[in-house]
């Protein structure tokens, strides 16, 4: 079964600074990866996703993210964090796209 | 979001009382979910469906049953709500074309 650990439940960062959110997943076969952002009191909004191809993947709102198999991660990166970042962020593995896993989502604060 | 609805958005019931939630699409997609959004447990699939009829549970599915009559309503039910149902549930579709889903806006349930 799959399985999704987001390392760290809150992250903070100064404005402008980058922006790293861990996503680790357990799969038995070659994944599909996902990543969404909650703003407060909304749904899920897709970031970005990685289906097959390229391992480099880029998403709305200058964010991006790298799938690597041999680490079994698919971290979330954003050069210079803004004000408007501050938001939760759910990874989420699928074996097929038929089921989506999350993990528990790590809450991310801009400082001015 | 565009083309899914819940309804209600908001919902206060007692323990006890059944309770039922309705999501509603407007893009005839095969696949819609339930899923139950609770703070340091990321979201949790309770049920899921893969076509009018058919239905089958996901990891917190004890307490909840579902019905799908026709493509565009998916509906969950809380047989005898509990305080442990207190939660912000949220429905989705899976455009499978894009390896995406969308999310509704979510319904806030208060079991007192």
């Known amino acids: 079964a799959q399985s999704v650990t987001q390392l760290g439940s809150h992250v903070s960062v100064s404005e402008g600074a980058l922006v790293l959110l861990r996503c680790n997943y357990s799969?038995?076969?070659?994944?599909?990866l996902f990543w969404y952002v909650q703003y407060p009191n909304q749904g899920l909004q897709l970031l970005l996703k990685?289906?097959?191809?390229?391992?480099l993947v880029k998403g709305i709102n200058g964010f991006e993210a790298e799938f690597k198999k041999s680490e079994t991660s698919f971290h979330l990166t954003k050069p210079s964090a803004h004000m408007s970042d501050a938001a939760e962020y759910f990874c989420?593995?699928?074996?097929?796209?038929?089921?989506?896993?999350f993990g528990q989502g790590t809450r991310l604060t801009i400082n001015p | 979001d565009a083309g899914i609805t819940q309804s209600p958005r908001h919902k206060v019931t007692e323990t006890g009382t059944p309770v039922t939630l309705r999501c509603h699409q407007t893009e005839n997609h095969r696949y819609m979910y339930w899923y139950r959004q609770d703070p340091g447990h990321g979201l949790r699939l309770i049920h899921y469906?893969?076509?009018?009829?058919?239905?089958d549970k996901g990891e917190v599915s004890d307490g909840y049953s579902v019905s799908r009559s026709k493509t565009e309503d998916f509906l969950l039910t809380l047989e005898s709500a509990t305080s442990s149902q207190t939660s912000v549930y949220f429905c989705a579709i899976n455009t499978r074309n894009n390896y995406g889903y969308t999310f509704g806006s979510g319904t806030r349930l208060t079991v007192v």
């Open positions: 989420a593995v699928s074996e097929g796209a038929q089921k989506l896993v």
């Open positions: 799969s038995s076969v070659p994944p599909y």
């Open positions: 469906s893969y076509g009018v009829k058919d239905t």
């Open positions: 990685y289906t097959t191809g390229a391992t």
